[in-house]
């Protein structure tokens, strides 16, 4: 697994990294969220629609509806290129798992959300996704 205590982390953010980078990378790893149908949803890429079809579903309910529409894979936002990278990806999904489930409990206390990260190679790769507890 990569450790990011490997490099000086300072010297590669002030050579590679823009302010623009940091804040899309804040966006990602402290989301924000979407109220809909009973249901808490990522608000990066939220549709409607899409939400509305899981919930035709057979035996939809909102805790499956979310673990569906809030997998965020890892590959689609980030280029592997190396094991080194893979091993980085699995790095930043751990630490998502832990963001994301805190910024859950901030923003909405009287709830209970699991937050899950996979990292299964045959599936799609390092995947982090939440939903409501239920009972």
């Known amino acids: 697994m990569f450790h990011p205590g490997e490099f000086e982390l300072r010297t590669y953010v ?3 990294l ?3 980078d940091a804040v899309a990378l804040a966006a990602l790893v402290w ?3 979407r109220e809909y149908r009973g249901g808490v949803f990522l ?6 629609a899409g939400v509305d079809a899981w919930f035709l579903s057979d ?3 909102v805790s499956s509806v979310e673990s569906m529409v809030n997998h965020f ?3 689609e936002a980030f280029s592997a290129r190396s094991d ?3 091993g980085a990806l699995t790095s930043v999904g751990l630490v998502m798992r832990e963001t994301w ?3 859950l409990a901030s923003r909405f206390p009287s709830r209970v959300f699991e937050v899950v990260f996979s990292d299964d190679p045959v599936e799609y790769g390092p995947t982090v996704t939440f939903f409501s507890s239920e009972g």
């Open 31 to 33: 989301p924000d969220f």
């Open 18 to 20: 823009t302010p623009i």
């Open 101 to 103: 489930a805190a910024a």
């Open 59 to 61: 035996g939809a309910t």
């Open 14 to 16: 002030i050579a590679n």
């Open 73 to 75: 894979h890892l590959w």
């Open 43 to 48: 608000r990066l890429g939220f549709d409607e």
């Open 84 to 86: 080194e990278d893979r």
